[in-house]
Every structure is written in C-alpha cells, then in structure tokens.
C-alpha cells in the first residue's frame, strides 16, 4: 500500500508540474504580443499588475491561470477597459474559397477622407452606449463608401487595420530562449549583442549543451545565453558564469525564463582567478564572496515601440505582489561551491561557450579553454567575423584545438497566407558569427629512444 501512495503521490506531483508548466500563475514572467507584434511587453503577472494599451490601462489578472497562447481583447466593462478571452473565427482568413480572379482593383480610389460617412462623434457615442471594438469595426466597414471596390487583399487589410485601433489584441507567450531572443532581436538587438535566435540554438549546438553536461560560459549579453544554456540542461549539470575582476556579468534576462528551483540551483558564478586558482593547485578563499552588481529588482521591461523620448518604458508598473513564488527563494547565479570547483579542477567542464561582443575572443580564449577537458568542444560568438578569424589563427599557431571553423547562420522567414506566400518583405540578413571546435593536447609527444 506504501508503495502505490509513493507512485500516487509522484504521478499527482507530475501532473502538477505539466499543469503548471502549460498554465499561468500568480508571479510568473510572460511575453505580451500586441496587435500581432506591433509591440511587446515582458510582464509579471500579479493581481495588482496594470498594461497601458494606448491611452488606457488594462489589469492582468484576468490572465492569471490560462494558459499559455490564449488571445485577449481589449474591451470596455462596467469598471472600466478590461482583457477578455477571445477566440478567433477562422472564416475571417479563409480567403481561398473566396473569389480571387483579380476582377476588382484599387485604381481608382481615391484617398480623399471622405469615403467614411462615420465620424469620430458618433464613435463616442456607441461606446458610451456599450458597443464593442468588433461592433465598431463592423460599422465602420458598413459606412465605407469605397469598401466594396476593395480587392479582397485591401478589404482584409483594411478590417487589420481598423480592429487594432478600436478593439486591440494581446497573445500571451511562453518567455523561453526563442521568444526572449526574437523579442529583443526585433527592437533592441544591441542587449544581446545583435545576436539571431538561429545564432543562439546554432551556438547550443556547436557548444554540446546536453543533459548533465558541466558548461562553462563568458556570457556578456545580459544573461540570454546563460538563461538557454539553463532552460536545455533542464535542472541537470551546471551552468558555470566565469568574468575577470572582483564581480560577475549581470544575467537579468534569465529571470524572465520562469526557471524552477531546481534549474536556478544549477547557475554559478566563478571569477576566473578562482578556477586559474585552483586549475595551479592553489586554494580557494572562501571570505572573497563576490556580489552581484545592482540591478533593478522587480522592474519588468518591455521591448516594444520607442517612446516619446527615445528610451523605453517600464510596464507594467511596478507593483507588489501579495503572493510569493516559493521559486524565487532561490536565485540563480550564486557563487560556485567549493566541491563543484575542486571537481571540475580534476575533470574539467565538458564545454565552454563565449559572447563577449565587447571583449577580445582570443585574450579570453587562451585564458578559459585550459579550463576544458580535452576533447571538449567549444563555440565562441561575436559580432564581426575579423577578431573570431584573428582568434582561429593563433588557435592553430598554438595548436590548442582541431575541426576549427567559423559559421554565419543565415536565416529567411516565408509570410505563409492564402495566394500571397512570399518572403518577407523586410528581413535581417545579418545574425554574426560563431567559431566553434576541440580542445586538444598541446603537449608535444615524446620521442622514441629507437
């Protein structure tokens, strides 16, 4: 009996854990769309949490316990403008079972502002009286005069355009390594070292992030990089942050990964003269406790479109939450202890991976790849390919790695609609470069007596 109340109580804690994993809760991070990427906000969600859509402020408790991908709209309620499940109606887009012979065209419209009889009075006053954004919309295209002389392309354009002015949309997303790195990369690529999501899982790859694997990282792109590398060992290994100096890189990012106890245990922090320490035989000095530098506990931010002054806002406001997160008990980035260092003193880390744009790759590399195991792979990223070309060659002079070579991801994204597939219009074709390959032996072998 014992024995099936253990496996009961494992499989209620699983089904606990997946629920959790696919729901939202009271103090996790999430990702809001709005209007279809037109702007993004990393929030965290609270009773008392507030975004401003607009010139209106709309509460996020509504979304507390949905799941994640469920879309909002913004609508007006008896107490005020509010965020209400909505599910979308695939008729609207199903424009290939529509005529699309190319019989109509805009030629011969023209945009004078008087094909609209509805004028902003009477739009007022169907909000007083309780209208929707979707009833809105719907009689605007009804007292458009030039609606119907729309080709079908236009008309749905047209209903795009105006049903993201009057009734707004918010997609809440999972924030993971993918959608965390899209969303910088979109506005504010310079936070991230102007690194591509097909850079970063190209980067995991080359640098062997697997299960139980002891990855040592020069992580200078504000804690993305550390934050994947986590999110893949998914609570096994370790994530070990090495800097020079008296305090580690700051890795604010990974606290919008919504990493659990058991993942946030696994990110370290080691000054490199700790490992260079021990790497010689020396001990470690337990009283030099470095501190993480401030950074700003609790502010959510988002990445979105510019404001007035150029900067960027801080939504939603800062807030406190009457319920804790039992995870937040633990942070991640804490100082490596003593017996993982002695460890990896003994068998050195089974990968290293670098993204220091700032920083010189090879007076970093010839400091850090001693630490590896031999055989260990490593992948090192920057920005231009010129100091990662500079770094291979006095790679290959010192004869400290093989199999070296340098890599640009190169990445197109399809537009995938109803008779108008194409790339993308505007597209980045630059995502930088990665040089990856293996430790070896530099030691020369001995000579033969014979």
Known sequence: MSINKAVDEDSNQNQCQNDKSRLTYEGCNVLLDINDGDRLVFARLTAASTLKIGNKKCSLQPLIGCPFGSLFQVESGKEGTILSRFVPNAEGNNLEEKD?????????????????????????????????????????????????????FSQEKYRVKKQKKYAPRVLMRRPFARSICEAYFKKHPDKIGFMRVDALSLLLSLGNVTANADVLVVD???????????????????????????????????????????????????????????????????????????????????????T????????????????????????????????????????????????????????????????????????IYHQYAQPLATCMHNLQIEKMAIGLQISEPWLREYQVLPSRTHPHMQMSAFGGYILSGTKISSSEPVASSN
């Open 100 to 152: 699309v012979d190319g019989s109509k065209d805009n030629r011969a419209l023209v945009d004078n502002n008087t094909a609209q009889s509805l004028t902003s009075e009477d739009i007022d006053e169907m909000r007083k009286q309780g209208a929707k954004g979707d009833e809105i919309v719907e009689a605007l295209i009804a007292n458009s005069a030039t609606f119907e002389k729309k080709t079908l």
């Open 220 to 306: 200078m792109l504000g804690g993305i990089l550390t934050g994947a590398i986590a999110e893949r060992l998914g609570g096994t290994g370790y994530v070990c942050n090495t800097y020079r100096g008296s305090s580690p890189y700051p890795v604010d990012i990974t606290r919008m990964f919504n990493l659990s106890d058991e993942i946030c245990k696994r990110i370290v922090h080691a000054s490199l003269t700790d490992l260079n320490s021990l790497q010689t035989g020396d001990s470690v000095s337990e009283n030099q406790e470095e501190t993480l530098p401030a950074t700003h506990s609790g502010r959510l931010e988002e990445v979105g479109v510019s």
């Open 308 to 379: 007035e002054d150029g900067g960027m806002d801080i939504t939603p406001e800062e807030v406190p939450s009457p319920i804790i997160k039992p995870c937040k008990s633990v942070k991640a980035g804490q100082k490596a202890p003593v017996e993982a260092i002695k460890l990896w003193k003994e068998n050195g880390f089974s990968s290293l991976i670098i993204a220091a744009p700032e920083q010189d790759p090879w007076g970093i590399v010839k400091d850090v790849l001693p630490l590896l195991s031999y055989s260990a792979p490593f992948a």
